[in-house]
């Protein structure tokens, strides 16, 4: 993977938002994961429905999103909440060309 090159901007909320609910529409409905997310810290009581419903709902950046030049992509912090209400934090990178996210991590805040 190069390290240098063009670095296109990264997506506002509401471009992430239409991006994510577009996946998760007309995406594939599994595959979506890291295996990281899906079954490491299974401890964190975290489900993919618990991450289904937090970037279903109304969400918002916990921080600025961060460009990853290793795998040039932009990762992104998505503050929410898992189907309890208990606070939840989704790590995503998106591949804005195919119109696709992978879920990094998640965790209870």
């Known amino acids: 993977m190069s390290t240098t090159g063009y670095i296109p901007p990264c997506l506002n909320e509401g471009e992430l938002r239409a991006l994510v609910v577009d996946a998760l529409e007309n995406g594939p409905n599994e595959g979506n994961d890291t295996f990281h997310a899906r ?3 299974l401890e964190r009581n975290l489900s993919h429905d618990d991450v ?3 970037l279903e709902r109304t969400w918002n950046f916990d921080r600025p999103p961060v460009f990853n030049k290793t795998e ?3 990762k992104y912090y998505i503050a929410t909440e898992s189907i309890d ?3 939840l934090l989704i790590v ?3 591949d804005t060309s195919n119109r696709s996210f992978e879920v990094i ?3 209870r805040e």
């Open 85 to 87: 209400g208990d606070g």
């Open 72 to 74: 040039w992509q932009w």
């Open 52 to 54: 289904i419903h937090g």
């Open 92 to 94: 995503i990178a998106v």
């Open 105 to 107: 991590t998640r965790w």
């Open 39 to 41: 079954f490491d810290h």
